[in-house]
Structure formats: structure tokens, C-alpha cells
Nanobody
Framework: QVQLVEAGGGVVQAGDSLRLSCAASQLTLNNRAMGWFRQAPGKEREVVASIGANGFLANYADSVKGRFTISRDNAKATIWLQMNHLQPDDTAVYYC??????????????????WGQGTRVTVSS
């Protein structure tokens, strides 16, 4: 059974950093784009960052550019999201997702076929 398992969420203060991880099982990531999405209470799910299958290309939401970095290691079947200078507006449940429809980064959640269960990030002011 394919699984994506996120970890690394928590409660931090504004300005702190967190590193989220997403480990895939029963899934080879070599030909898959991966993405991080988030959903805050009362809001729609939105893309945070996405990365192409070979790791060379990445897209970021304007709100996180310069603060967040997405990376991947296909041999470890794992992706990460390094989040620096966290702000209260970053509070959300963060999900990783995987798609075989794109080799390049994709910002569209409807393109992703596998999703993790999410990890909660809370940033206090």
C-alpha cells in the first residue's frame, strides 16, 4: 500500500524554523513530481512548493519565497521542506503529495494522486 508519511510539525514562535519530512513507501519517486501543500482553518488547500522529479526545478508560493526550501532524495524516497522565518500566517496542516502526471513541478492539487495524512504547524506571535 502506497503511503506518504509527513513528520516534523510542531508549535513554534514567529521567526523560528522547522524542517518537515515526507517519506514514501511502496512508491518509487524517480519519475514523480512532489509537492507540499497546506490548509489553514477555514481556508482552501494551497500549494507551498513543488519540485520536479529530478530535483532541479522547483516552484514556490509567493508567500514563502526566500523563506522555504523544498528538496528531495529519490534514493531515500524522501522530500523535505525547510521553513525559516516562520510567521503566524504559516500556521496550517502541511501535506506532501506525489504525482506521476508531471515530471516538472506542479502547483495544482488536482494533479496529485497520492497524499500524506498531514502534519500540523502552529506559529505563535
Amino acid at each position: 500500500q502506497v503511503q506518504l508519511v509527513e513528520a516534523g510539525g510542531g508549535v513554534v514562535q514567529a521567526g523560528d524554523s522547522l524542517r518537515l519530512s515526507c517519506a514514501a513507501s511502496q512508491l518509487t519517486l524517480n519519475n514523480r513530481a512532489m509537492g507540499w501543500f497546506r490548509q489553514a482553518p477555514g481556508k482552501e488547500r494551497e500549494v507551498v512548493a513543488s519540485i520536479g522529479a529530478n530535483g532541479f526545478l522547483a516552484n514556490y508560493a509567493d508567500s514563502v519565497k526566500g523563506r522555504f526550501t523544498i528538496s528531495r532524495d529519490n534514493a531515500k524516497a524522501t522530500i523535505w521542506l525547510q521553513m525559516n522565518h516562520l510567521q503566524p500566517d504559516d500556521t496550517a496542516v502541511y501535506y506532501c503529495a506525489s504525482t506521476a502526471l508531471n515530471r516538472g513541478p506542479s502547483n495544482y492539487p488536482q494533479n496529485y494522486e497520492y497524499w500524506g495524512q498531514g502534519t500540523r504547524v502552529t506559529v505563535s506571535s
